[in-house]
């Protein structure tokens, strides 16, 4: 890079926020979580304010220089570069939380807040509250970034996706200007309500990828921690047989948090990930889904576990007592389900090196069965161990169907792999009606995008009034992928 734009950058932020150098860029890149294509950047930028961020979009902006936000870089290559000759804005020094409101029940924060620090902050100040932080991410994932990507967090089967969670936005724009949406846009008012009296434009920065601005401070719900909790689970021989009765116990409306997923999936976190993959050990169900639920009481909850083994004695007549069971928990793994954040995802890493990829869809829950089975024989097609994970958001309104890939991220062979089961899952379960939860620069958003009905267009209007020149996160989204 230029040196006179590294001098000007070192004016912005200080000399000591400022690095070309190859150790610390290269050391962002990661090919793998949600995107396995990542560049190193050609400078790490390290604002610590508003003013701060303002003035390198600014500079950016003036030289046509692409700029890749980055708050805690824990989705993994979709926080990094996707081309040579980009800054990087390492958010991670501005960490306030600005504000907790325990009435109208919000939390402030800014990019580089934790998920461990604000739940350790609200343990210590409000222990009646927690807030939304992803359920298995690693604790260096921030409140921020999963909002902004419309993470699962430990209470997104009642409340939703964490993005339906954000209250009001700061955003910097490409072109400099600071702008504030929902209530907040109003000096006077307090950040309390998503909309203005018009059109909601929170929504607009949201699973944007870092294509239209950079947001300086986000508003989200904080909620209440029930004081009785438990888990209970059912188990299943086949897919078929777990879709209907979780859905008639997910449309009561009383479980915080439904997931589970096939037997691979649990052999895998017992650090078992092979091929050909491993037989299902006697003590596990072909699939499985865990209910965590909450109360005020200990009859209110235990009056919710009678009406979801009434709805399991009701599917047992139907499909007998083998294919769908209750699922006994022992009290360890209760406890560990019940530990937020929970260690779950810990021993992915212990796999083949290290390499991860979520390939992650939302579909209808009633499908999901049929998603399932389809992920689990593209995988074995690759050769991969057909893990998959499968979660509730807003009720069972829509399934979370995620096939996990274990990869060594040393081997060029593996990623052709990994790429060619990914573009043909992709083709497939678009065909089938799903929709990928954060799409991958090359393969999900091309796909999907061509397909949309007006959408993609309007998103490319918007694109352009926003960041006319391009500046922001290019190649994310299929926007911009012929430059600025
Ligand atoms: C083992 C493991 C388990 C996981 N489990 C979960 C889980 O249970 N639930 C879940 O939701 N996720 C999970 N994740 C994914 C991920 O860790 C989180 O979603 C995480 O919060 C997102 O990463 P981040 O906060 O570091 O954001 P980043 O990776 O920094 O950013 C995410 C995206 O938003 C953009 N962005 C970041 N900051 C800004 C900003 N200030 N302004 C504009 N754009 C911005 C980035 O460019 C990027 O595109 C898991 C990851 C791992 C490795």
Not at 101 to 118: F, K, L
Not at 142 to 162: E, I, K, N, Q, W
Not at 205 to 233: C, E, H, N, S, W
Not at 281 to 296: D, Q, R
Request: glycine content about 8%; some cysteine.
């Amino acid at each position: 890079m230029d040196n006179a734009i590294v001098k000007a950058l070192a004016d912005i932020v200080g000399a000591e926020n400022v690095s070309a150098a190859k150790p610390i860029t290269e050391a962002y890149v990661t090919r793998g979580i949600m995107e396995v294509k990542s560049n190193a950047p050609a400078i790490v930028v390290r604002p610590k304010s508003v003013e701060e961020v303002r003035a390198v979009l600014l500079l950016a902006n003036e030289k046509r220089i692409p700029v890749v936000p980055h708050s805690g870089g824990l989705s993994g290559g979709e926080a990094t570069p996707m081309r040579d000759g980009e800054i990087l804005l390492d958010l991670r020094r501005m960490n306030q939380i600005i504000e907790v409101n325990p009435d109208a029940r919000y939390m402030i924060v800014e990019p580089g807040v934790t998920s461990a620090q604000a739940w350790r902050y609200m343990q210590t100040n409000y222990p009646k509250y927690r807030a939304g932080v992803p359920d298995g991410a690693p604790p260096s994932a921030t409140v921020m970034g999963d909002h902004l990507d419309r993470g699962f967090h430990f209470f997104s089967t009642r409340y939703g996706p964490a993005a339906d969670a954000v209250l009001g936005l700061e955003v910097v724009l490409p072109t400099g200007e600071v702008v504030r949406t929902g209530s907040c846009a109003l000096p006077t008012a307090k950040w309390f309500y998503k909309w203005m009296f018009g059109p909601d434009l929170t929504g607009v920065f949201l699973g944007a990828q870092g294509t239209l601005g950079v947001v300086t401070k986000m508003a989200v719900k904080i909620y209440p921690m029930p004081k009785f909790r438990d888990v209970v689970a059912f188990g299943a021989s086949d897919w078929e047989y777990l879709v209907e009765p979780c859905l008639d116990v997910l449309k009561m409306e009383f479980v915080d948090l439904a997931q589970g997923g096939n037997h691979y999936l649990a052999t895998c976190r017992r650090a078992r990930y092979t091929w050909p993959p491993p037989q299902k050990p006697p003590f596990l169900p072909t699939v499985w889904m865990n209910f965590e639920l909450g109360a005020e009481t200990q009859e209110e909850l235990n009056a919710i576990k009678n009406r979801i083994f009434q709805t399991l004695q009701k599917y047992q007549k139907d499909y007998g007592e083998k294919n769908i069971f209750e699922w006994k928990l022992d009290a360890r793994n209760i406890g560990a389900r019940l530990t937020k954040p929970n260690r779950i995802s810990v021993p992915y890493a212990g796999h083949k090196g290290g390499g991860l990829l979520f390939i992650t869809w939302y579909v209808p829950w009633k499908d999901s069965a049929k998603f399932g089975k389809e992920a689990e024989k593209l995988m074995e097609k690759y050769k991969f161990s057909p893990v998959v994970w499968l979660a509730a958001v807003d009720h069972g309104r829509q399934g979370l169907i995620m096939p996990i890939v274990l990869f060594d991220p040393k081997s060029n062979d593996e990623f052709d792999k990994v790429n060619a089961l990914d573009a043909e899952m992709t083709d497939k379960f678009l065909e089938m009606g799903g929709i990928p939860y954060r799409p991958n620069a090359d393969i999900h958003a091309p796909k999907t995008m061509k397909q949309t009905v007006g959408y993609f267009e309007l998103l490319q209007r918007l694109k352009k009034t926003l960041d006319p020149n391009g500046i922001m996160h290019p190649g994310r989204l299929a926007l911009l992928t012929e430059g600025c």
